[in-house]
Structure formats: C-alpha cells, structure tokens
C-alpha cells in the first residue's frame, strides 16, 4: 500500500511540474507576441505636411523621393490647342519643385493660386488651381513603406 501511495504521489509531483512548465511557456510565448506587436506599433508613418516641407527646402531630399524616371502629363506646346502629352522625366532633367505655401498666394497682384492637398488610402494629392491665369497642376504622392513619394504629376497650366 505504501508503494501505491508512493507511486500515486510521485505521478501527481511529476504532473503538477509538467503543468507549471507549459503554463511558463505559453506566458513566455504570449510576451513575445506582445513584444512583437508593440515593434510593429512603432513604425510610425511620415506626417504628410512635414514632409511636404522638407522636399521643397532641400533639393538633396527632394531627389531622393520622387520615383525616377518620373512619368509626367503636360500640354503639347508645339500642337494646335495643346494637346496633352506623356514624358518621362529622369533625375538629371528633374528641377527643384517648391510645394510650400501659404494664404498670400491667393491675394498676390499676379499669378494667383489656391493649393488643396486631398487624400485617398495611401496616396496624396496637391492640387494647385490659379484664379483666372491658367495655372493648373496635381502633384501624386504615394506613401511607400511609411515614406512619402512623388510618384506622377499633371502639369495643364498655359
């Protein structure tokens, strides 16, 4: 009898241990599903406007966030009526494009223009509408692994 007591009790220790050691594992499993999620909610996205910013003060950065060659849509100066065109633009052709702007642009004597930025999912559209002077652009930016980029423009203005 005392050997069955013995035995029962020896198995109950080596259950309980067993037990204990997967509940240590799955508590350790769970802290590295926390540590992994909280890795992933530090990835934090470019501010839109920030960005904006940098890209029209340094040209060293501007160059580095537009996705070259660049497709572009402009008005056919050489055809009756303008006609739209495509052109791919490369990073040596590329001139330095200045998005900042602010409320005096809208009430200058001349070339008069409003700028709208639009969002859509993960892309950003600056829109720039002069006020009875032909200007008309839209600049496409797309968000690229967090990070802001000139992926196409359309250029109307005449």
Do not use: H
């Not at 067993?18 to 508590?27: F, G, H, L, P």
């Not at 040209?59 to 055809?79: A, C, Y």
């Not at 303008?82 to 809208?106: C, H, N, P």
């Amino acid at each position: 009898m005392k050997r069955t007591a013995v035995l029962i009790s020896c198995i109950i220790f080596i259950f309980f241990i067993s037990c204990t050691q997967n509940r240590d594992e799955k508590s350790t499993d769970t802290g590295k599903e926390v540590a992994e999620s909280v890795d992933v909610a530090e990835v934090e996205i470019e501010e839109f406007s920030e960005f904006v910013e940098k890209f029209s003060q340094e040209e060293s950065f501007q160059l580095q966030r537009i996705k070259f060659p660049i497709s572009v849509i402009v008005p056919d100066t050489g055809t009756e009526g303008m006609a739209q065109v495509k052109e791919l633009i490369g990073r040596y052709e590329w001139e330095q494009l200045d998005l900042s702007y602010d409320s005096t642009f809208l009430t200058r004597p001349f070339d008069q223009y409003y700028q709208v930025v639009r969002f859509i999912n993960d892309t950003a559209v600056v829109e720039i509408r002069g006020i009875d002077n032909g200007i008309f652009a839209d600049y496409y930016f797309e968000l690229i692994d967090n990070k802001w980029y000139l992926v196409t423009l359309y250029e109307a203005s005449f």
